[in-house]
């Protein structure tokens, strides 16, 4: 019985091993480097039409914002007068964030007030980045395109794939 068991066994592993030889197509370097061509010529068309849409929005609303490399835009609406934001520092904030067309998503009102380590990860590269520019009693406005935010994904709730997401924010405090 036991061999009867072994050899039904050998005989499955034998079939699996057979069914799951995969054909892989190997693709000549000039198929690959036109590959990553087209890859790089629609992220390029993505984040172009990000920034026209958010230039848009900041014309619509008459704000007064900067960019920086990376693709933020920012504008501090209040100066306050504490210690500027460092790397390792804790941040801790009031926020508001909405789609670039105004629908709210979060809030510190209702989620209370979000506290991260600079530098560490775990939030939006560009809310690492914009806290940056900061002084403690700062109010800010980010504009996030969706590389410096949720990315492709969006955060499965109420981000959605590919948005780019305002930052309203208050630097309330500063801790080493």
């Keep these: 019985m036991i061999v009867k068991f072994i050899k039904i066994g050998f005989l499955i592993a034998v079939v699996l091993m057979i069914s799951c030889k995969s ?24 984040v172009k039409k990000d920034q026209e ?12 914002m ?14 306050g007068n504490g210690n500027k934001a460092e790397t390792g520092m804790t941040a ?9 067309d105004g629908t709210e998503c979060y809030n510190s009102d209702s989620l209370g007030v979000k506290n991260f380590k600079i530098g560490q990860g775990g939030v939006e590269s560009g809310l690492e980045e ?14 996030m395109p969706p590389h410096l935010a949720y990315g492709l994904l969006g955060d499965e709730n109420k981000i959605p794939p590919r948005a780019t997401i305002i930052y309203n924010i208050e630097l309330i405090n500063l801790t080493k």
């Design 23 to 46: 054909k892989t197509r190997h693709y000549s370097a000039h198929e690959q480097k036109e590959f990553k061509e087209n890859l790089i010529k629609a992220n390029k068309g993505l």
């Design 53 to 64: 849409d958010i230039a848009s929005v900041v014309k619509r609303h008459g704000w007064n």
């Design 66 to 79: 900067k960019h920086t490399q990376t693709g933020l835009w920012y504008e501090i609406v209040k100066h």
């Design 92 to 100: 801790h904030i009031k926020y508001n964030v909405q789609l670039l």
């Design 130 to 143: 914009g806290i940056l520019l900061l002084r403690q009693g700062d109010a800010a406005r980010f504009i």
